[in-house]
T-cell receptor, first 113, second 111 residues
Framework: GAGVSQSPSNKVTEKGKDVELRCDPI?????LYWYRQSLGQGLEFLIY????????KSGLPSDRFSAERTGGSVSTLTIQRTQQEDSAVYLC???????????FGQGTRLTVV | SQQGEEDPQALSIQEGENATMNCSYK?????LQWYRQNSGRGLVHLIL?????REKHSGRLRVTLDTSKKSSSLLITASRAADTASYFC???????????FGQGTELSVKP
């Protein structure tokens, strides 16, 4: 594709519900990143996929968060039993390989009410 | 925390002035990158400088890297109102490519 695509753009969910956020990286990009950004804050690293290596999950804040990347392409970030503190913009990025520039999607704004 | 630290947190200047933002980090790196973010959504890559480089230019942007001081600076010359955005540094910390971002500098350029 032309760029990194994230869906949905906005998601409002009730506390306690599960949500799935989708990221379509640029075709051929082997690295994929998920970040979380609260209002006016920096980017909080969540998880990193690189090729066929085991993902680096060191940034996931709790076991309610999980992510997978199918076929080395599309990735889904799942948040179970959402809490109000999960409200943030979730950003996905991909890069051609390690140590190269990352291309970001426009993010999913998650609001938990 | 391994995150880079940027200063200042906020910077307000007049159009035409230069803007300098600094980034410090804690451990060895392979490269350091600068990104720009408008309106709290997707980030745009500006420039990448490798650990064996000391200075890099791209248009009105100049980035320096001092590995002995573990710091980098981004200079925007002849700023424009359109440069108003948040600017972030990011680095890999020699951890297999994982990119860690700083807290960012919010730049406001007044016409």
């Amino acid at each position: 594709g032309a760029g990194v695509s994230q869906s949905p753009s906005n998601k409002v969910t009730e506390k306690g519900k599960d949500v799935e956020l989708r990221c379509d990286p640029i075709s051929g990009h082997t690295a994929l990143y998920w970040y979380r950004q609260s209002l006016g804050q920096g980017l909080e690293f969540l998880i990193y996929f690189q090729g066929n290596s085991a993902p680096d999950k060191s940034g996931l804040p709790s076991d309610r968060f999980s992510a997978e990347r199918t076929g080395g392409s599309v990735s889904t970030l799942t948040i179970q039993r959402t809490q109000q503190e999960d409200s943030a913009v979730y950003l996905c990025a991909s890069s051609l390989g390690i140590l190269t520039e990352a291309f970001f999607g426009q993010g999913t704004r998650l609001t938990v009410v | 925390s391994q995150q880079g630290e940027e200063d200042p947190q906020a910077l307000s200047i007049q159009e035409g002035e230069n803007a300098t933002m600094n980034c410090s980090y804690k451990t060895s790196i392979n490269n350091l990158q600068w990104y720009r973010q408008n309106s709290g959504r997707g980030l745009v890559h500006l420039i990448l400088i490798r650990s064996n480089e000391r200075e890099k230019h791209s248009g009105r942007l100049r980035v320096t890297l001092d590995t002995s001081k573990k710091s980098s600076s981004l200079l925007i010359t002849a700023s424009r109102a359109a440069d108003t955005a948040s600017y972030f540094c990011a680095t890999d910390y020699n951890q297999g490519g994982k990119l860690i971002f700083g807290q960012g500098t919010e730049l406001s350029v007044k016409p």
